[in-house]
C-alpha cells in the first residue's frame, strides 16, 4: 500500500557533498515521522536522523553539524544533505516513515525503503 523510494546516493570523495531523497507513495493520509538510517559492511542498521511532521529534528552524534534532515510534507519526500562525508559515512542508507493510511486514519505502521548506497572514497 505504501512504497518509499530513495534516491541520489553515489560514489563521492572524501569532504564531499550528497544528497539523498525518499519519497513515499500510495494510500497516505499522512506521514508522522521520518528518518534516515545506514547500515555499514557486517553492521547493524543505526540511527542517523529522524525529523518529526513538525520539523523536529534529532541526530546521531557522529553526523552532527555535517548533515542536515529536512522533508517537504506536500511531496510526502524527506530528505538528506550530507556534508564534508568522511570514508566511515559509507553505507546503505534507509529511509522510514510512520504512515497513517487512509484505509486506518486510527493508526500508524513504519515503512522502509530498500536503501541507496552510498560510498565516500579517502
Known amino acids: 500500500q505504501v512504497q518509499l523510494v530513495e534516491s541520489g546516493g553515489g560514489l563521492v570523495q572524501a569532504g564531499g557533498s550528497l544528497r539523498v531523497s525518499c519519497a513515499a507513495s500510495?494510500?497516505?493520509?499522512?506521514?508522522?515521522?521520518m528518518g534516515w538510517y545506514r547500515q555499514g559492511s557486517g553492521n547493524e542498521r543505526d540511527l542517523v536522523a529522524t525529523i518529526t511532521s513538525g520539523g523536529s529534528t534529532n541526530y546521531a552524534d557522529s553526523v552532527k553539524g555535517r548533515f542536515t534532515i529536512s522533508r517537504d510534507n506536500a511531496k510526502n519526500t524527506v530528505y538528506l544533505q550530507m556534508n564534508s562525508l568522511k570514508p566511515e559515512d559509507t553505507a546503505v542508507y534507509y529511509c522510514?516513515?510512520?504512515?497513517?493510511?487512509?484505509?486506518?486514519?486510527?493508526?500508524?505502521?513504519?515503512?522502509w525503503g530498500k536503501g541507496t548506497l552510498v560510498t565516500v572514497s579517502s
Open positions: 500510495g494510500s497516505i493520509f499522512s506521514i508522522k515521522a
Open positions: 522510514n516513515a510512520d504512515v497513517v493510511l487512509f484505509s486506518s486514519p486510527w493508526s500508524s505502521r513504519l515503512y
